[in-house]
């Protein structure tokens, strides 16, 4: 059961939403403004929004631009997970990752499992670290974002939630990288 120290204060995180389509444009999007509905309402940001067709070189080239993006800490998209001729976004995602976090998957498979029991092994739901910010890619209904976001992201991306979590680590996301020297005066 997630536990809340209610003692630290809160800190929103800014998240960018993707949703991988090609049928749905922004006033069909029920998994995105799902999601958006979801994450403005546990108090964090949406930096960034945006609809790419099931095409790993457009989804890869939006995941691209939001680690670039200083300003943005967390993507999470919607869609594109299953295991038809178009579901690419994990093959998308995973080239990405500095380091995969296995447990996303893992758990969202096990929360799944004990909803829609073993249709549970078609969700192909990954998470993972690059260049400093977090990716998660989850299925595309409306479901399992309330899914992906009320039972894990929601918790981990709490800096109070206890015995640890994801915002916490972030400032370390990167310490796997060279120091610049310091400049000589």
């Not at 093959?91 to 929360?111: H, N, Q, S, T």
Request: hydrophobic fraction near 40%.
């Amino acid at each position: 059961m997630p536990k809340i120290d209610e003692t630290q204060p809160f800190l929103a995180c800014n998240i960018a939403i993707l949703t991988v389509s090609d049928t749905r444009d922004a006033a069909s999007d029920r998994s995105g403004n799902a999601l958006a509905e979801m994450i403005q309402r546990d108090g964090h940001k949406i930096a960034a929004r945006a609809i790419v067709r099931d095409d790993k070189d457009q989804i890869q080239a939006q995941l691209r631009a939001w680690i670039a993006d200083p300003a943005i800490d967390v993507a999470i998209s919607t869609g594109g997970t299953g295991v038809t001729g178009r579901d690419v976004t994990p093959e998308a995602f995973e080239p990405l990752f500095d380091k995969k976090i296995d447990g996303f998957g893992e758990m969202f498979r096990m929360i799944s499992f004990q909803k829609v029991g073993t249709s549970a092994l078609q969700s192909r739901a990954v998470g993972g670290v690059a260049g400093g910010t977090y990716l998660f890619a989850l299925p595309g209904s409306p479901s399992a974002c309330r899914d992906g976001w009320d039972e894990i992201l929601k918790w981990q991306l709490d800096v109070r939630h206890r015995p640890c979590n994801l915002v916490e680590l972030m400032p370390r996301l990167l310490e796997h990288l060279p120091k610049k020297p310091k400049a000589t005066v």
